[in-house]
T-cell receptor, first 115, second 111 residues
Framework: DAGVTQSPTHLIKTRGQQVTLRCSPK?????VSWYQQALGQGPQFIFQ???????QRGNFPDRFSGHQFPNYSSELNVNALLLGDSALYLC??????????????FGDGTRLSIL | RKEVEQDPGPFNVPEGATVAFNCTYS??????FFWYRQDCRKEPKLLMS???SGNEDGRFTAQLNRASQYISLLIRDSKLSDSATYLC????????????FGGGTRLMVKP
């Protein structure tokens, strides 16, 4: 039973570039949430996708966008990268969209460094 | 003010000690509460949910005080393997499945 998988594991970009991160949810899950975790801080919610639509969004600028595909996998896109975007990006999957709290399973994350 | 606040630590304790972590949250409408554990450079993993009546899972006991908007985690008989960062997590009412994390409390258990 495959858990949540994210790619790539590490990525180095420069300011102004664009990046796409990918996530495959745990088998049987249909909802994907993305979190940003800066060094020494807790994860911060970016947005959640269910039924190929963005259902909820945290306090992140429009430079952060996403997509969910029919197979439930998801992408996180960040445009015009800033030094402050350097962080661990975590994907979490769950079942049932926003029908109350469902256990979320996290992937290993993608560590993004901006030079 | 942060929505979920925790003492960042680190808490340095000897093996076998009892250690307690506290957390406060600002959204009084919050409806679900959790403790997650995160090892260095790893993903967060659910440790336990927190219920109003308090709940225990082996050496771990969680308590919730809704009136004071306060959550606690007690670890008895600490093991070296308990060394990690403990994240207090809140799911606000009407926020669907969005989780709000505290900054984490780092625990280091020494031999």
């Amino acid at each position: 039973d495959a858990g949540v998988t994210q790619s790539p594991t590490h990525l180095i970009k420069t300011r102004g570039q664009q990046v796409t991160l990918r996530c495959s949810p745990k088998s049987g899950h249909d909802t994907v949430s993305w979190y940003q975790q800066a060094l020494g801080q807790g994860p911060q919610f970016i947005f959640q996708y269910y039924e190929e639509e963005e259902r909820q969004r945290g306090n992140f600028p429009d430079r952060f966008s996403g997509h969910q595909f029919p197979n439930y996998s998801s992408e996180l896109n960040v445009n015009a990268l800033l030094l402050g975007d350097s962080a661990l990006y975590l994907c979490a999957s769950s079942l049932g969209g926003d029908r109350g709290h469902q256990p979320q399973h996290f992937g290993d994350g993608t560590r993004l460094s901006i030079l | 003010r942060k929505e979920v606040e925790q003492d960042p630590g680190p808490f340095n304790v000897p093996e076998g000690a009892t250690v307690a972590f506290n957390c406060t949250y600002s959204n009084s409408a919050s409806q679900s509460f959790f403790w997650y554990r995160q090892d260095c450079r790893k993903e967060p993993k659910l440790l336990m949910s927190v219920y109003s009546s308090g709940n225990e899972d082996g050496r771990f006991t969680a308590q919730l005080n809704r009136a004071s908007q306060y959550i606690s985690l007690l670890i008895r008989d600490s093991k070296l393997s308990d060394s990690a960062t403990y994240l207090c997590v809140v799911n606000p009412r009407n926020a669907g499945n969005m989780l709000t994390f505290g900054g984490g409390t780092r625990l280091m258990v020494k031999p």
